[in-house]
């Protein structure tokens, strides 16, 4: 039970910081939002042509990416390191 508890609160946090990356950046399509409800919105995520494995690694190296896995990161560590005993 506290397994799926702390899975829903982590997916839930995911979800959080990637609706605020996605309106930090200004996407006009929530790829958070579309990934909440999928299968609902098509079963396919937004196709984005790529040219080249450079453009993939330079898109996923931006600092909304970076700012809000930093954020993710800091809450495991945070998590962690609260010990067994507050869980």
């Known amino acids: 039970r506290r397994t799926l508890a702390a899975l829903a609160i982590g997916m839930t946090t995911h979800l959080i910081l990637d609706c605020v990356m996605d309106a930090v950046v200004g996407s006009p399509e929530s790829s958070a939002l ?3 409800v999928w299968p609902l919105m098509g079963v396919d995520f937004a196709r984005v ?8 690694i330079e898109r996923l190296v931006s600092m ?17 390191r609260r010990g067994p005993s507050r869980r």
């Open 34 to 36: 579309r990934a909440a």
């Open 49 to 56: 042509y790529l040219p080249s494995l450079t453009v993939h």
């Open 64 to 80: 909304p990416i970076f700012v809000t896995e930093v954020a993710g990161a800091l809450l495991l560590v945070w998590e962690f």
